[in-house]
T-cell receptor
Framework: GNSVTQMEGPVTLSEEAFLTINCTYT??????LFWYVQYPGEGLQLLLK?????DKGSNKGFEATYRKETTSFHLEKGSVQVSDSAVYFC????????????FGAGTRLAVHP | DVKVTQSSRYLVKRTGEKVFLECVQD?????MFWYRQDPGLGLRLIYF???????EKGDIPEGYSVSREKKERFSLILESASTNQTSMYLC????????????FGQGTRLTVV
Protein backbone atom coordinates (compact mmCIF):
# COMPACT_ATOMS: atom_id res chain seq x y z
CA GLY A 1 0.00 0.00 0.00
CA ASN A 2 0.84 3.67 -0.02
CA SER A 3 2.56 5.16 3.00
CA VAL A 4 4.81 7.99 4.19
CA THR A 5 7.53 7.72 6.83
CA GLN A 6 8.98 10.80 8.51
CA MET A 7 11.75 11.20 11.01
CA GLU A 8 10.50 11.36 14.56
CA GLY A 9 10.57 14.61 16.41
CA PRO A 10 10.77 16.83 18.12
CA VAL A 11 13.62 18.53 16.35
CA THR A 12 15.14 21.33 18.40
CA LEU A 13 17.45 23.84 16.72
CA SER A 14 19.01 27.18 17.39
CA GLU A 15 18.14 30.09 15.15
CA GLU A 16 20.14 30.14 11.88
CA ALA A 17 20.90 26.41 12.06
CA PHE A 18 20.49 24.11 9.06
CA LEU A 19 17.35 22.00 8.98
CA THR A 20 16.74 18.61 7.44
CA ILE A 21 13.58 16.60 8.01
CA ASN A 22 13.68 13.21 6.33
CA CYS A 23 10.72 11.79 4.45
CA THR A 24 10.50 8.53 2.51
CA TYR A 25 7.50 7.05 0.81
CA THR A 26 6.08 3.81 -0.50
CA UNK A 27 3.87 4.05 -3.55
CA UNK A 28 3.48 2.56 -6.99
CA UNK A 29 4.04 4.67 -10.06
CA UNK A 30 4.70 8.38 -9.67
CA UNK A 31 2.87 9.97 -6.76
CA UNK A 32 2.70 13.69 -6.17
CA LEU A 33 4.62 14.74 -3.06
CA PHE A 34 3.87 17.56 -0.62
CA TRP A 35 5.08 19.21 2.52
CA TYR A 36 2.40 20.80 4.69
CA VAL A 37 3.03 22.94 7.78
CA GLN A 38 0.85 23.47 10.82
CA TYR A 39 1.63 26.53 12.93
CA PRO A 40 0.42 26.54 16.54
CA GLY A 41 -3.36 26.82 16.76
CA GLU A 42 -3.85 26.75 13.00
CA GLY A 43 -4.90 24.31 10.31
CA LEU A 44 -2.52 22.80 7.78
CA GLN A 45 -1.25 24.80 4.84
CA LEU A 46 0.81 23.82 1.85
CA LEU A 47 4.51 24.61 2.16
CA LEU A 48 5.76 23.15 -1.13
CA LYS A 49 5.15 20.37 -3.60
CA UNK A 50 6.71 18.34 -6.43
CA UNK A 51 4.66 16.38 -8.90
CA UNK A 52 7.27 14.50 -10.93
CA UNK A 53 10.63 12.90 -10.42
CA UNK A 54 13.62 15.26 -10.00
CA ASP A 55 11.34 18.27 -9.47
CA LYS A 56 12.37 20.62 -6.69
CA GLY A 57 9.70 22.37 -4.67
CA SER A 58 10.61 25.54 -2.83
CA ASN A 59 8.91 28.18 -0.70
CA LYS A 60 9.92 30.54 2.14
CA GLY A 61 13.51 29.29 1.99
CA PHE A 62 12.47 25.64 2.30
CA GLU A 63 13.34 23.14 -0.43
CA ALA A 64 12.66 19.49 -1.18
CA THR A 65 13.62 17.38 -4.20
CA TYR A 66 11.55 14.45 -5.51
CA ARG A 67 13.99 11.52 -5.61
CA LYS A 68 12.43 8.54 -7.33
CA GLU A 69 15.52 6.35 -6.97
CA THR A 70 15.56 6.67 -3.19
CA THR A 71 11.77 7.26 -2.80
CA SER A 72 12.54 10.34 -0.73
CA PHE A 73 11.39 13.95 -0.39
CA HIS A 74 13.54 15.43 2.38
CA LEU A 75 12.78 18.95 3.58
CA GLU A 76 15.70 21.38 3.99
CA LYS A 77 16.25 24.96 5.00
CA GLY A 78 19.61 26.66 5.23
CA SER A 79 18.89 28.98 8.16
CA VAL A 80 15.84 28.49 10.36
CA GLN A 81 14.06 31.22 12.28
CA VAL A 82 12.02 31.13 15.46
CA SER A 83 8.94 31.72 13.32
CA ASP A 84 9.55 28.35 11.59
CA SER A 85 8.56 26.53 14.78
CA ALA A 86 5.67 24.32 13.70
CA VAL A 87 4.71 20.75 12.86
CA TYR A 88 5.75 19.62 9.37
CA PHE A 89 3.90 16.87 7.51
CA CYS A 90 5.12 15.01 4.46
CA UNK A 91 2.31 13.70 2.26
CA UNK A 92 1.63 12.04 -1.06
CA UNK A 93 -1.21 11.58 -3.51
CA UNK A 94 -0.93 8.23 -5.31
CA UNK A 95 -0.79 8.16 -9.09
CA UNK A 96 -3.99 6.16 -9.46
CA UNK A 97 -7.49 6.32 -8.03
CA UNK A 98 -8.99 9.22 -6.15
CA UNK A 99 -6.86 12.10 -4.94
CA UNK A 100 -6.47 10.98 -1.34
CA UNK A 101 -3.74 12.74 0.60
CA UNK A 102 -1.73 10.25 2.66
CA PHE A 103 0.24 11.80 5.49
CA GLY A 104 3.26 10.93 7.55
CA ALA A 105 3.17 11.20 11.34
CA GLY A 106 4.49 14.77 11.37
CA THR A 107 7.68 16.25 12.80
CA ARG A 108 7.57 18.98 15.40
CA LEU A 109 10.26 21.64 14.98
CA ALA A 110 11.19 24.00 17.81
CA VAL A 111 13.62 26.82 17.01
CA HIS A 112 15.17 28.73 19.89
CA PRO A 113 16.78 32.20 19.75
CA ASP B 1 -9.57 34.38 0.15
CA VAL B 2 -10.33 30.67 -0.18
CA LYS B 3 -11.89 29.08 2.80
CA VAL B 4 -12.75 25.83 4.50
CA THR B 5 -14.84 26.50 7.56
CA GLN B 6 -15.52 24.05 10.35
CA SER B 7 -18.52 24.83 12.46
CA SER B 8 -16.85 24.57 15.88
CA ARG B 9 -13.31 25.00 17.18
CA TYR B 10 -14.02 23.17 20.44
CA LEU B 11 -16.72 20.67 21.39
CA VAL B 12 -17.38 18.70 24.54
CA LYS B 13 -19.85 15.82 24.27
CA ARG B 14 -20.97 12.98 26.47
CA THR B 15 -20.39 9.30 25.80
CA GLY B 16 -23.20 7.87 23.70
CA GLU B 17 -24.28 11.18 22.17
CA LYS B 18 -24.70 11.57 18.43
CA VAL B 19 -22.27 14.23 17.26
CA PHE B 20 -22.28 16.24 14.04
CA LEU B 21 -19.19 18.02 12.74
CA GLU B 22 -19.86 20.35 9.85
CA CYS B 23 -17.53 21.58 7.15
CA VAL B 24 -18.21 24.10 4.39
CA GLN B 25 -15.93 25.13 1.51
CA ASP B 26 -16.37 28.06 -0.85
CA UNK B 27 -14.05 26.92 -3.65
CA UNK B 28 -16.42 24.67 -5.62
CA UNK B 29 -14.12 21.71 -4.95
CA UNK B 30 -15.25 18.23 -5.87
CA UNK B 31 -13.18 16.45 -3.22
CA MET B 32 -13.74 16.78 0.49
CA PHE B 33 -12.04 14.89 3.31
CA TRP B 34 -12.29 14.25 7.01
CA TYR B 35 -9.09 13.47 8.91
CA ARG B 36 -8.38 12.75 12.50
CA GLN B 37 -5.15 14.10 14.02
CA ASP B 38 -3.57 12.44 17.04
CA PRO B 39 -0.06 12.99 18.43
CA GLY B 40 2.47 10.61 16.93
CA LEU B 41 -0.03 9.25 14.42
CA GLY B 42 -0.23 12.16 12.02
CA LEU B 43 -3.42 12.64 10.04
CA ARG B 44 -5.51 9.57 9.40
CA LEU B 45 -8.24 9.61 6.79
CA ILE B 46 -11.72 8.79 8.08
CA TYR B 47 -13.85 9.34 4.97
CA PHE B 48 -13.66 11.26 1.75
CA UNK B 49 -16.14 12.33 -0.88
CA UNK B 50 -15.40 12.92 -4.55
CA UNK B 51 -18.82 14.25 -5.48
CA UNK B 52 -22.23 15.03 -4.05
CA UNK B 53 -23.72 11.95 -2.38
CA UNK B 54 -20.54 9.96 -3.17
CA UNK B 55 -18.28 8.75 -0.38
CA GLU B 56 -15.46 6.32 0.23
CA LYS B 57 -14.13 4.89 3.46
CA GLY B 58 -10.70 5.94 4.53
CA ASP B 59 -8.36 4.13 6.86
CA ILE B 60 -10.36 4.45 10.10
CA PRO B 61 -14.10 4.67 9.29
CA GLU B 62 -15.35 2.60 12.22
CA GLY B 63 -17.70 4.54 14.45
CA TYR B 64 -18.16 7.34 11.90
CA SER B 65 -20.43 8.14 8.99
CA VAL B 66 -20.62 11.07 6.60
CA SER B 67 -23.12 13.01 4.57
CA ARG B 68 -22.66 15.15 1.48
CA GLU B 69 -25.98 16.45 0.21
CA LYS B 70 -24.55 19.64 -1.30
CA LYS B 71 -21.22 20.19 -3.00
CA GLU B 72 -20.00 22.74 -0.50
CA ARG B 73 -20.88 20.86 2.69
CA PHE B 74 -19.45 17.67 4.15
CA SER B 75 -20.60 16.43 7.53
CA LEU B 76 -18.94 13.91 9.82
CA ILE B 77 -21.24 12.02 12.18
CA LEU B 78 -20.24 10.13 15.28
CA GLU B 79 -23.18 7.77 15.73
CA SER B 80 -22.50 7.11 19.42
CA ALA B 81 -19.55 9.06 20.74
CA SER B 82 -16.94 7.23 22.76
CA THR B 83 -13.96 8.48 24.75
CA ASN B 84 -11.52 7.04 22.20
CA GLN B 85 -12.95 9.46 19.66
CA THR B 86 -11.54 12.39 21.61
CA SER B 87 -9.28 14.01 19.04
CA MET B 88 -8.67 16.89 16.64
CA TYR B 89 -10.77 16.60 13.48
CA LEU B 90 -9.67 18.32 10.29
CA CYS B 91 -11.72 18.88 7.17
CA UNK B 92 -10.12 19.52 3.77
CA UNK B 93 -11.16 20.10 0.19
CA UNK B 94 -9.41 19.86 -3.15
CA UNK B 95 -9.88 19.74 -6.88
CA UNK B 96 -9.83 16.30 -8.60
CA UNK B 97 -6.25 16.94 -9.71
CA UNK B 98 -3.46 15.17 -7.89
CA UNK B 99 -0.99 17.96 -8.59
CA UNK B 100 -2.95 20.60 -6.69
CA UNK B 101 -3.04 21.33 -3.00
CA UNK B 102 -5.73 20.57 -0.46
CA UNK B 103 -7.12 23.36 1.71
CA PHE B 104 -7.76 22.71 5.37
CA GLY B 105 -10.10 24.06 7.97
CA GLN B 106 -8.94 25.21 11.39
CA GLY B 107 -9.89 21.96 13.03
CA THR B 108 -12.41 20.92 15.69
CA ARG B 109 -11.05 19.68 18.97
CA LEU B 110 -13.61 17.19 20.25
CA THR B 111 -13.57 15.93 23.81
CA VAL B 112 -15.86 13.04 24.73
CA VAL B 113 -16.42 12.68 28.46
Amino acid sequence: GNSVTQMEGPVTLSEEAFLTINCTYTATGYPSLFWYVQYPGEGLQLLLKATKADDKGSNKGFEATYRKETTSFHLEKGSVQVSDSAVYFCALIPSGGYNKLIFGAGTRLAVHP
Amino acid sequence: DVKVTQSSRYLVKRTGEKVFLECVQDMDHENMFWYRQDPGLGLRLIYFSYDVKMKEKGDIPEGYSVSREKKERFSLILESASTNQTSMYLCASSLPDRTTEAFFGQGTRLTVV
